[in-house]
């Protein structure tokens, strides 16, 4: 693991706010992890007592359904930060965070974390920023799920993956989710996600092989996502 100071988490998130003294003190508490895919790195209801910085990876932030299926919520890569709301408000995680991939990531205690927000106002000002920032995309999210039909959130969450992820060496999506976690990100069913993908198939919007998808006609998408 690089020191703290060099690290990507620090780039992107709230953390570039610390001070070179501070960034060594978080370093001395930090505990790094390697997380495989498919494995938790905290689960919904438990107690986290601090917050995850995503070094390298991307794992899936999921709600448990009444009818007992996790729906992807949200998907979080390398330089972000996981239990940002639920240290602040003290209460037990809202989301289970399971890795997409092979994961890097460390832990730094609440007690750490909360010493700076009281002596540093740029660091707690810059995490508020980002619990407002999430508060958004779920707001977006659920006029999205409310005002667009399912094929128009399945073309809009295709544009998403791309965007965000990018592609592997053969021009597939990078992030490869199963059909049933596509269909919990779009709000359907299993069977209406695969019978819209094969419609996309047929349409040429999209190239299917095994779990894989690539975006052929990324205008077509965005004109039927928008």
Same mark, same amino acid.
């Not at 998130?13 to 997380?35: F, G, Q, V």
């Not at 890097?104 to 540093?120: G, L, R, W």
């Given at each position: 693991?690089?020191?703290? %100071? ?16 501070? !960034?060594?003190?978080?370093? *001395? ?5 390697? +997380? ?26 999921? /709600? ?26 003290? &209460? ?7 890795? !997409?991939?092979?994961? *890097? ?6 007690? &750490? ?7 540093? @106002? ?25 005002? /667009?039909?399912? /094929?128009?959130? !399945? ?6 993956? %791309? ?9 597939? !999506? ?38 894989? +998808?690539?975006?052929?006609?990324? @205008?077509?998408? /965005?004109?039927?996502?928008?």
């Amino acid at each position: 693991m690089s020191k703290c %100071e060099q690290c990507i988490v620090r780039q992107f998130s709230s953390l570039k706010a610390l001070s070179k003294d501070e !960034l060594m003190r978080m370093a *001395e508490c930090k505990t790094s992890y390697t +997380i495989k895919k498919g494995e938790p790195i905290f689960e919904e209801g438990e107690v986290t007592n601090g917050i995850y910085c995503v070094k390298d990876g991307v794992c899936k932030m999921t /709600k448990l359904s009444a009818n007992g299926k996790d729906q992807i919520v949200k998907l979080v890569k390398s330089g972000e930060l996981l239990g940002q709301r639920s240290m602040i408000s003290d &209460e037990p995680a809202n989301l289970s965070a399971v890795a !997409l991939e092979d994961m *890097e990531v460390c832990f730094i205690p609440k007690s &750490e974390v909360m010493a700076f927000f009281t002596q540093n @106002n740029q660091f707690s000002m810059n995490v508020m920023k980002t619990i407002c920032g999430d508060l958004k995309e779920a707001d977006d999210h659920m006029v999205s799920m409310a005002q /667009k039909s399912v /094929k128009e959130r !399945l073309a809009e969450t295709l544009l998403y993956l %791309e965007e965000t992820f990018g592609k592997s060496a053969d021009g597939s !999506l990078h992030i490869q989710l199963s059909r049933e976690e596509l269909a919990g990100m779009i709000g359907t069913a299993t069977e209406s996600c695969i019978r819209l993908l094969s419609e996309f198939n047929k349409s040429g919007y999209v190239d299917l092989t095994g779990k894989k +998808i690539t975006i052929l006609d990324r @205008n077509k998408l /965005k004109r039927l996502a928008d």
